[in-house]
């Protein structure tokens, strides 16, 4: 696709540009930008139109010129700005050639930053000024099929983001039923080893308890036979 930027102001219409300006106050820098834009000297180009709307902020035509270098340099955001200003001091009943081409511009612009969508309504405004345009046409219709692209792979990524987050939704949710099941599990053997040592404790007390009976049995015992002895003794006395 030829992505040239028609020079509408700064060649065919050079000489009217000119004219209609030559009272304005930014008349001479845009004298000196649109010499050095036909030298290819679009730097210097860029900086006789900025220093023209230094003097004449309003200037249709200092900003369109300079949308045209900005473009040239390959500065295609600061461009779309230049010619969406430029576009604001257009009239389609007045010059329907001058719109056309500003929005023509502005649609390359757009085009170049891959801003198909903003490409495709600013040719549509072009062709509404200029409907015989076969050049914007070509180009709407070109940003049209790569904009159904765009659209069709931005699909595709999201598809791929979404199956990459269920994958993920679902890998956390088995993580988090092998954690479920792991707590569940040491619970269970925390359980069983609290259920032995209170088992052990119960054995260990019962133990203990017999060991004490048994002893308290064997006293008795004891001072019975004692106490036995201790009759005998006083019926022999």
Do not use: C
């Not at 000196?32 to 023209?52: L, W």
């Not at 010129?65 to 430029?86: H, I, M, R, V």
């Not at 001058?98 to 969508?117: C, E, I, K, R, S």
């Amino acid at each position: 696709m030829d992505m040239n930027m028609k020079k509408y102001v700064l060649i065919v219409m050079m000489m009217g540009v000119v004219m209609s300006i030559a009272a304005q106050q930014e008349a001479p820098n845009i004298r000196h930008g649109n010499r050095d834009y036909n030298k290819e000297d679009y730097t210097n180009a860029e900086v006789d139109y900025r220093r023209g709307l230094e003097k004449n902020s309003h200037s249709f035509e200092a900003h369109y010129n300079l949308g045209n270098a900005l473009f040239k340099q390959n500065k295609y955001p600061e461009a779309a700005e230049e010619f969406t200003k430029a576009a604001q001091y257009t009239d389609v009943k007045k010059d329907p050639a001058q719109v056309a081409q500003t929005y023509h511009n502005l649609g390359n612009a757009y085009f170049a930053q891959q801003q198909y969508d903003k490409a495709v309504a600013a040719y549509q405004q072009s062709l509404r000024a200029n409907p015989k345009d076969n050049d914007t046409r070509y180009n709407m219709v070109k940003a049209m099929q790569l904009l159904e692209q765009q659209q069709q792979q931005q699909n595709q990524n999201e598809n791929e983001d979404q199956n990459k987050d269920q994958n993920k939704q679902q890998q956390q949710q088995q993580q988090q039923q092998q954690d479920q099941n792991e707590n569940e599990n040491q619970n269970e053997n925390q359980n069983e080893n609290q259920q032995q040592e209170q088992q052990m404790d119960k054995e260990t007390a019962e133990q203990i308890l017999q060991a004490l009976e048994q002893d308290e049995q064997e006293t008795q015992d004891k001072l019975q036979r004692v106490q036995g002895q201790s009759k005998r003794v006083e019926k022999e006395w």
